[in-house]
């Protein structure tokens, strides 16, 4: 069985059709690594966010500034999981996933 290779090292260990061709399979599951890797750094954006909100707590002084701010606080702790959720949805390339990034023939054909 081929492996795709990129120079002498082994990319991804995936499983070519023939000599310099790439499966549809293959390439569904590089595209759904390459959107968990943008979300797995989105959600590490978020949660660079964290620390300069955290340091802020003591300083909240009005109770309308403190709610404002919980809820901000919460809604970046729960964007990150969130991304962090689908990252790990999209690196699996389930079924689903496979049938969003390459859909049916007859799908294809209607659109």
Request: hydrophobic residues 55%; contains cysteine.
């Amino acid at each position: 069985m081929e492996f795709f290779r990129l120079g002498c090292r082994t990319l991804l260990l995936l499983p070519c059709a023939a000599e310099g061709e790439m499966s549809k399979r293959a390439a569904v599951l590089i595209a759904s690594r390459v959107v968990a890797l943008y979300l797995f750094c989105w959600a590490l954006d978020s949660l660079s966010y964290l620390p300069a909100r955290l340091v802020l707590i003591p300083h909240w002084t009005s109770e309308a500034l403190h709610s404002y701010e919980m809820l901000t606080l919460e809604a970046t702790v729960l964007r990150a999981v969130a991304f962090f959720g689908a990252a790990m949805l999209f690196y699996e390339c389930g079924p689903r996933v496979e049938a969003f990034l390459l859909p049916a023939q007859k799908q294809a054909d209607a659109e």
